[in-house]
Nanobody
Framework: QVQLVESGGGSVQAGGSLRLSCTSS????????MGWFRQAPGKERQFVAG????????YYVDSVKGRFTISRDNAKNTVWLQLNSLKPEDTAVYYC?????????????????WGQGTQVTVSS
């Protein structure tokens, strides 16, 4: 059974930082690109960042470029998302997903497995 478990969310003030973790089990982790998405109340799930299987390639949505960093360690079956300079508009539930293949995708329908989500709340 495949499981993705996120952690690291919380409540911070604007300008603060958080580090989200996503650890997988039951999955050949190195065979999958990984993505982080977020979903605010009443909105669709939005791509935030993606990383290919080897960590050679990464991609970010424009609104987080220069503030967020995605990374992974295949030996630990873990992907991280470092969130710096947080803004109130970053408030959402953040989900990690395992992509259908070794690359990342911006469309959530290209992901086979999801974690349960972790809440990030940024106050002004």
């Amino acid at each position: 059974q495949v499981q993705l478990v996120e952690s690291g969310g919380g409540s911070v003030q604007a300008g603060g930082s958080l580090r989200l973790s996503c650890t997988s089990s039951g999955l050949i982790f190195k065979n999958h690109g990984m993505g982080w998405f977020r979903q605010a109340p009443g909105k669709e799930r939005q791509f935030v960042a993606g990383i290919n299987w080897s960590a050679y390639a990464t991609y970010y949505v424009d609104s987080v470029k220069g503030r967020f960093t995605i990374s992974r360690d295949n030996a630990k079956n873990t992907v991280w998302l470092q969130l710096n300079s947080l803004k109130p508009e970053d408030t959402a539930v953040y989900y990690c997903g395992a992509a259908r293949g070794t690359y990342y995708y911006t469309d959530p329908t290209d992901y086979d497995y999801w974690g349960q989500g972790t809440q990030v709340t940024v106050s002004s």
